[in-house]
T-cell receptor, first 112, second 114 residues
Framework: GQNIDQPTEMTATEGAIVQINCTYQ??????LFWYQQHAGEAPTFLSY????GLEEKGRFSSFLSRSKGYSYLLLKELQMKDSASYLC?????????????FGAGTRLAVHP | DADVTQTPRNRITKTGKRIMLECSQT?????MYWYRQDPGLGLRLIYY???????NKGEISDGYSVSRQAQAKFSLSLESAIPNQTALYFC?????????????FGPGTRLTVL
């Protein structure tokens, strides 16, 4: 079956670094996405990993290990506006097309 | 202007009523999707469409139907709404081929069924 696990909630301090982990078990893996979602709003794209290793984009980095079925999102120099849910989503190939399967999301609270 | 729009943004209805949620996009994408989001469950795919003549069921299609009126329009209908269909509904679009670039989401429709 398909399964994606990530912590339900995390808290961190403004200016600090936080790592949000995601483990997955899927068939036909074809990449992993991280989305940010503020309460009541649409998810917005943060990063995409298809090869093992670290992808860095400003304050955000995402890492993937395909052999371990593991990814993390690293947020540096946390700001209050980073308080949001972070969704891990795995792309699987099913019926000839790339289908996204979402984890339940990690709600991050950044406090002063 | 928003690339993916949804109407209405909020709707309260009663059990048994027929409801239509509409989605329009100006991104020129062929693929469109309907998801629902419930607390603690993440986003779940209801239906998806690769083009006007292609409609496919997602993991939770029971109780829902869709219509792809044009490349830019994809509607979701609840023929007879029930309270457990209370949720946040998102429309999304994506490009068809090549490296997956993820899906672009509309602003969401908050539906409450009483």
């Amino acid at each position: 079956g398909q399964n994606i696990d990530q912590p339900t909630e995390m808290t961190a301090t403004e200016g600090a670094i936080v790592q949000i982990n995601c483990t997955y078990q899927t068939s036909g893996f074809n990449g992993l996405f991280w989305y940010q979602q503020h309460a009541g709003e649409a998810p917005t794209f943060l990063s995409y990993n298809v090869l093992d290793g670290l992808e860095e984009k400003g304050r955000f980095s995402s890492f993937l290990s395909r052999s371990k079925g593991y990814s993390y999102l690293l947020l540096k120099e946390l700001q209050m506006k980073d308080s949001a849910s972070y969704l891990c989503a795995v792309t699987t190939v099913s019926g000839g097309y790339n289908k996204l399967i979402f984890g339940a999301g990690t709600r991050l609270a950044v406090h002063p | 202007d928003a690339d993916v729009t949804q109407t209405p943004r909020n709707r309260i209805t009663k059990t048994g009523k027929r409801i239509m949620l509409e989605c329009s996009q100006t991104k020129g994408h062929d693929r469109m999707y309907w998801y629902r989001q419930d607390p603690g469950l993440g986003l779940r795919l209801i239906y998806y469409s690769f083009d006007v003549k292609d409609i496919n069921k997602g993991e939770i299609s029971d109780g829902y139907s869709v219509s792809r009126q044009a490349q830019a329009k994809f509607s979701l209908s609840l023929e007879s709404a029930i309270p457990n269909q209370t949720a946040l509904y998102f429309c999304a679009t994506s490009r068809p081929t090549g490296t997956p670039i993820g899906e672009f989401f509309g602003p969401g429709t908050r539906l409450t069924v009483l």
